[in-house]
């Protein structure tokens, strides 16, 4: 019985190291991502109105979101007010 104990404490704890090292990683590629969007939105944007200037007839533009993970925020949240 002590040796399964000690076998699943080894494998608890691989999980957790290798989850946590997992999300940091995950985390850290989301923010250079948003870092990304961020640097680009702008430049985006002044190409796509101008484009929808000209190709649309009523004149009508599309602004870009703000950033995928602050729309997965505010969609998160949004779902929680919703559960209530």
Known sequence: MDTIERKLDLILHKLDANIID????????????????????????????????????????????DSASSMHHHDHAEMEMNEK
């Not at 991502?33 to 985006?44: E, F, M, N, T």
């Open 22 to 65: 997992s999300c940091d990683k995950m985390s850290k590629h989301i923010d250079f991502i948003d870092g990304v969007y961020a640097s680009v939105k702008v430049p985006l944007n002044y190409i796509s109105k101008k484009f929808h200037t000209i190709a649309s007839p009523f004149g009508q533009t599309i602004e870009l979101p």
